[in-house]
């Protein structure tokens, strides 16, 4: 489950890096860095900043009576500050507040520097591009065999911009391929036939890599099948197209980023006071549930939100609605 979870993280780096570069870079306009950090910001952190502070005060409540009221409250305070400036990946000994706003914190450092080394990997030729992150990527991956990135490292965002590196040199090269009549009408034609062998090659991966005698798979294999999954899925074929198109997947796709936070909370409040063998009738009512909590955040609570943060702060963003859910 872990390398399952491993490749996932991979997955939704590469896409940040490939939305975010489709939206911003294929027109070789200007990204102006305080219009894309208010964009970014409206869609990540109302939900996140909601539910660090929720968890915050739980676990105020719930510590406070062992440790005392003025050394849990100075603890938990300084423990929410460092989340609410998305430090927490950079800092790992400390307790987290939400597990999973780690790869939030990770994103906020690929924000930051998007308006900069997007450009400078999006306004370059392809082959240019591909040798860029061709050599950030061999270069984090000698320091990581080297044995660098430990439990305890205080720079893994640092180590994990390869993949968003990763993500943008592949909207430069759907780009090329568009451009480029014969590659973009063959990408169409097999973009199904693509999509079916990157997921078969991410299953042996899953199922394999234990007999193997891996932890995972070398970072370089999961980049490229993820790369070419990316691609096929925005091949434009028809039938991955179908495959996408229902109404209620859209709905399950734009409530992503609200699943992905909610979830361990959720888990925490209702699952955990069942004790360790809550039952599959308890498991399923939290998965329903946390899904349906998601969907009605997203449309009644992140959506409210991010067009109030673009008022507030009257910004022009042009990421739709949809663009903006996927590039979480």
């Known amino acids: 489950m872990l390398h399952f979870t491993g490749v996932g993280v991979i997955f939704f780096f590469l896409l940040s890096g490939y939305i975010l570069s489709m939206v911003y870079l294929r027109d ?8 894309f950090w208010t964009a970014r910001l409206a869609r990540i952190y109302p939900l996140y900043f909601l539910t660090i502070f929720v968890a915050a005060i ?8 062992r440790l005392g009221f003025r ?4 603890g938990v305070g300084a423990l929410f500050l460092e989340h609410v400036f998305l430090l927490q990946h950079w800092f790992p000994q400390l307790v987290s507040l939400n597990f999973p706003t780690w790869s939030v914190s990770t994103e906020a450092f690929y924000y930051l520097l998007f308006p900069w080394i997007g450009v400078a990997l999006g306004h370059r030729s392809t082959r240019t591009s591909l040798a ?4 950030v990527c061999l270069s984090i991956e000698a320091l990581i065999w080297r044995g660098i990135d430990g439990p305890d490292c205080h720079f893994k965002p640092v ?3 390869r993949y968003f590196v990763a993500g943008i040199v592949i909207a430069k090269c759907h780009v090329s391929l568009m451009h480029w009549q014969e590659g973009n009408r063959w990408l169409i034609h097999y973009g199904a036939l693509l ?13 394999f890599h234990d007999a ?11 980049i490229v099948t993820c790369s070419v999954l990316i691609l096929s899925c925005a091949s434009g074929n028809r039938w991955v197209t179908r495959v996408f198109a229902p109404s209620w997947l859209v709905i399950l796709g734009e409530s992503s980023y609200g699943l992905y936070l909610l979830h361990v909370p959720v888990y925490v409040y209702t699952m955990g006071r069942l004790g360790p063998h809550p039952g599959h009738l308890a498991f399923t009512l939290y998965v329903v549930g946390t899904t349906a909590l998601s969907v009605v955040s997203f449309y009644f609570f992140e959506t409210p939100s991010r067009r109030f943060v673009l008022r507030f702060f009257s910004t022009r963003t042009r990421e739709s609605i949809a663009e903006a859910s996927i590039a979480q």
């Open 28 to 35: 070789d306009e200007v990204v102006t860095p305080r219009k």
């Open 159 to 161: 180590l994990e911009l």
């Open 195 to 207: 999509c079916l062998v990157c997921l078969c090659a991410l299953l042996v991966m899953f199922e």
């Open 212 to 222: 193997l005698g891996l932890d995972r798979f070398p970072d370089p294999i999961e």
């Open 58 to 65: 739980y676990s105020f409540l719930t510590r406070f009576p």
């Open 71 to 74: 050394r849990e409250l100075v």
């Open 132 to 135: 860029i992150a061709l050599v």
